[in-house]
């Protein structure tokens, strides 16, 4: 963990938004290296930012409350990053491809957000209800190539569902497991697009 900030006097009036912005990032670049919730303590958010514990508890009540903040934001840059990838492929397999490829390479590259957004005790805690859009796009993304012709016809969901499991299994043992010889994780992924939804890569 970083060293903590030089104490700062209270903010001005209409701050207070800023103050909570800042405490989410901070919380989330804590969660980024402890890779456990559990593990994270509002004092030690408030002594990184330079504040007084007490600030942090008039914007979240507790630590399940900041770490379901944190992984709401965290999620939202996830699906706003895919939604990007996809749009730039210009058609329907190349966002979809695009899609699934940003969603693991994400998650690979932030490992300890990974395990808290998914592994982690507060999803039994907390309605993590918010992760839901991730595959709703994705399960969008699927039936696009559908309609095109460009997959073969069926259930969209249920492919999508197939794609998700398959492309978080291939993170997670790369995650838990980061000293075995893995192939690229951009390999894998084109290989279960192929042979889960169907498509035909470029």
């Not at 509002?42 to 600030?55: D, F, Q």
């Not at 939202?76 to 990838?85: G, I, Q």
């Not at 000293?179 to 992924?189: A, H, K, R």
């Not at 084109?190 to 498509?199: I, P």
Request: aromatic letters at 2%.
């Amino acid at each position: 963990m970083g060293t903590a900030s030089p104490s700062r006097g209270r903010n001005r009036r209409g701050q207070g938004e800023r103050l909570r912005e800042e405490i989410v990032a901070t919380a989330l670049r804590l969660l980024e290296e402890l890779g456990d919730d559990e593990a994270l303590s509002l004092r030690a958010v408030a002594r990184e930012i330079g504040i007084a514990a007490t600030s942090v508890y008039l914007h979240f009540a507790d630590r399940d409350a900041l770490v379901l903040a944190a992984m709401e934001r965290s999620h939202a840059d996830l699906v706003r990053a895919c939604d990007e990838a996809e749009a730039a492929a210009g058609d329907p397999v190349g966002g979809l491809r695009a899609r699934v490829q940003v969603m693991g390479t994400w998650s690979h590259e932030h490992p300890g957000l990974y395990k808290v957004l998914h592994e982690s005790a507060v999803n039994q805690r907390c309605d993590m209800s918010f992760k839901m859009e991730l595959g709703k796009r994705t399960v969008e993304a699927v039936q696009r190539c559908m309609d095109a012709d460009l997959a073969p016809a069926g259930d969209a969901a249920a492919v999508a569902l197939d794609l998700r499991a398959a492309v978080h299994g291939a993170v997670s043992m790369r995650v838990n497991q980061p000293g075995q010889p893995w192939e690229p994780l951009e390999e894998q992924v084109d290989r279960l697009l192929t042979k889960l939804a169907g498509v035909r890569l470029p």
